[in-house]
C-alpha cells in the first residue's frame, strides 16, 4: 500500500530538470521584478491579535514556537522568492486566466484568488520540531491567510501533528482536521491547496476526489511541479509501476492543469520552496480536452 504522507525529494540540489513553458507575458513579468505592496504578517489569530507574552495564553512552549514563527515571517516577507509570487499573482489578475471562456460556459464556483473561501494545509510536518523550513512554510501560510479577502476557514492535516502543533495552529486560527483523509478533500467552493513537499499520491488522491470539470475548475494547488513529477514517471523504471499517480499524469498530459512555476529565488532555507508551482484547472483548459483513461469514469471534460 502506498503511504501517501511520504515526504518527496526536497533536495534542491539534484539535477535540474528542464524548466516548464511559460506564457510570454508572464516570463516577462517575472523577470520585470516590478514593485509590489508588501504583505503584512497578520495573524488570524483565535483572539484576534498575537499573544504579547508567554502568560498571555498560559503556555510557554506555545508562545516560543509563535515567536519562532514570526521571526520566520520576517525572513520570508523580505525575500525575492516572495516578491515573484507576488508578480505570479499580479499576471493571474492581469490575464484573468480562469476566466477566459465565453459567458454561456461558464462553471459558478470557478477558483480565483479573490473568491477563495478555504484554505487547506497538507503535508507540513510538525512545527514544534523546530526545523527552519517547517517554520518558513506555517508563516508563508499565514502571509497567505491574510492576502485571501473572502476566505472562511484555514484547516490542516499531517499524522506527525503533536498536541503542541495543534495548539499552535489553533492559534492562527487552523482548524486541525481530526481524520485522516488521505487528501480526499472534495471541495464545496474555490479552495487552495497548499501541499509543501507532499508525496505524488497525495496530490493524485486529491485530484481524484474533484475529478471531473464542476469541481476541478474550483480547486488550485501550490504544491510540487506537476510536471517534475511526469517526468520521473516517465523514466523506464517506472512506467509499469502499479503505483502510477494516474490522474496526476493525466492532468499533466493532456494540458488540463494550466501549471505556473514560482521561483524560489535562492531562498536562504534549504528546501523550503523549491519545486513549487501553482497549478489551476481553468474553464478554457477542459473545454475541449479528453484526458487518458484513468479508472475513473468522467469522459470527455466539457463545460
Not at 489553533?170 to 479552495?191: C, H, Q, W
Not at 524560489?264 to 497549478?279: C, G, I, Y
Request: proline share 8%.
Amino acid at each position: 500500500m502506498v503511504n501517501e504522507w511520504h515526504v518527496a525529494v526536497r533536495n534542491r540540489h539534484r539535477k535540474s530538470l528542464q524548466p516548464a513553458s511559460q506564457p510570454p507575458p508572464y516570463a516577462a513579468l517575472i523577470a520585470g521584478h516590478p514593485q509590489t505592496q508588501d504583505w503584512a504578517f497578520s495573524p488570524r489569530t483565535a483572539h484576534g491579535q498575537f499573544p504579547a507574552s508567554p502568560n498571555a495564553e498560559g503556555n510557554a512552549d506555545v508562545y516560543r514556537l509563535q515567536q519562532q514563527i514570526k521571526t520566520r515571517s520576517e525572513e520570508v516577507t523580505k525575500s525575492a522568492f516572495l516578491r515573484k509570487l507576488q508578480c505570479l499573482l499580479e499576471y493571474l489578475q492581469r490575464q484573468d486566466l480562469m476566466h477566459s471562456t465565453p459567458e454561456q460556459y461558464k462553471l459558478p464556483e470557478t477558483f480565483t484568488w479573490e473568491a477563495t473561501t478555504e484554505l487547506i494545509l497538507y503535508g507540513l510536518g510538525s512545527p514544534a520540531a523546530g526545523t527552519r523550513p517547517v517554520h518558513c512554510q506555517l508563516a508563508f501560510l499565514i502571509l497567505l491567510q491574510a492576502q485571501l479577502p473572502s476566505l472562511k476557514h484555514t484547516r490542516a492535516f499531517d499524522p506527525v501533528f503533536t498536541s503542541l502543533d495543534t495548539a499552535l495552529l489553533r492559534m492562527f486560527n487552523i482548524e486541525v482536521l481530526e481524520e485522516n483523509d488521505s487528501g480526499k478533500y472534495a471541495v464545496t467552493g474555490p479552495t487552495l491547496f497548499y501541499m509543501p513537499h507532499c508525496d505524488c499520491h497525495l496530490y493524485n488522491n486529491l485530484l481524484k476526489a474533484n475529478w471531473g470539470p464542476r469541481q476541478l475548475c474550483k480547486i488550485a494547488i501550490l504544491g510540487n511541479s506537476f510536471r517534475a513529477y511526469a517526468q520521473r514517471w516517465a523514466l523506464p523504471s517506472k512506467k509499469n509501476s502499479p503505483d502510477r499517480p494516474h490522474e496526476l499524469l493525466a492532468v499533466s498530459a493532456s494540458g488540463t492543469a494550466l501549471e505556473l512555476p514560482v521561483d524560489e529565488a535562492d531562498f536562504p532555507v534549504t528546501s523550503a520552496f523549491n519545486d513549487l508551482s501553482l497549478h489551476l484547472f481553468p474553464e478554457w483548459k477542459m473545454g475541449d480536452q479528453v484526458l487518458p483513461h484513468t479508472g475513473t469514469s468522467v469522459g470527455r471534460i466539457t463545460c
